[in-house]
């Protein structure tokens, strides 16, 4: 376990400048004919900061998204911007907010590493990017290795 936390480190975002901390980053695999898939990371900050963008080389379209119930139904739609409080989690996660990469340049294979960057906005207003490294799992991957819960009898 203490391997997944240290692999998982080598891949997030660093920026000094910027408040925002960025753990676990990771996209779900694609096979060859699909053209969008979802990045998936947790966020952190200390003051409070605002997704205002996002963009990565692998994707013609970088958005940010979340799921809502509507009408019973499922629905997915594009967010301007998501607040990171201060001293509050936020999971960009399966079924919840996440970075959609449309029109995909290539499949993306298990084991690759795709670059994100997020546009930041801090409580002065100003405007940094954080470049985020995710690896890229399998198709079937549904949450990251250091949230799954297994019991053993």
């Known amino acids: 376990m203490a391997g997944l936390a240290f692999a998982a480190g080598l891949f997030a975002g660093s920026a000094l400048a910027v408040d925002l901390e960025v753990t676990a980053p990771w996209v779900r695999g694609t096979v060859p004919a699909q053209k969008a898939t979802g990045a998936f990371m947790q966020l952190t900050s200390k003051a409070g900061v605002t997704l205002v963008g996002v963009a990565s080389p692998a994707a013609s379209v970088v958005e940010l998204h979340e799921m809502v119930m509507d009408n019973n139904m499922m629905k997915m739609r594009a967010l301007p911007r998501l607040d990171v409080q201060a001293g509050k989690l936020v999971e960009l996660k399966p079924g919840s907010y996440h970075v959609m990469l449309i029109d995909l340049k290539k499949p ?19 405007v940094e990017l954080v470049e985020v490294k995710a690896e890229v799992r399998d198709l079937a991957a549904a949450m990251a290795p250091a949230m799954e819960h297994k019991h053993t009898h």
């Open 108 to 126: 993306l294979v298990k084991g690759e590493i795709v670059p994100i960057t997020l546009k930041v906005e801090g409580k002065d207003k100003k």
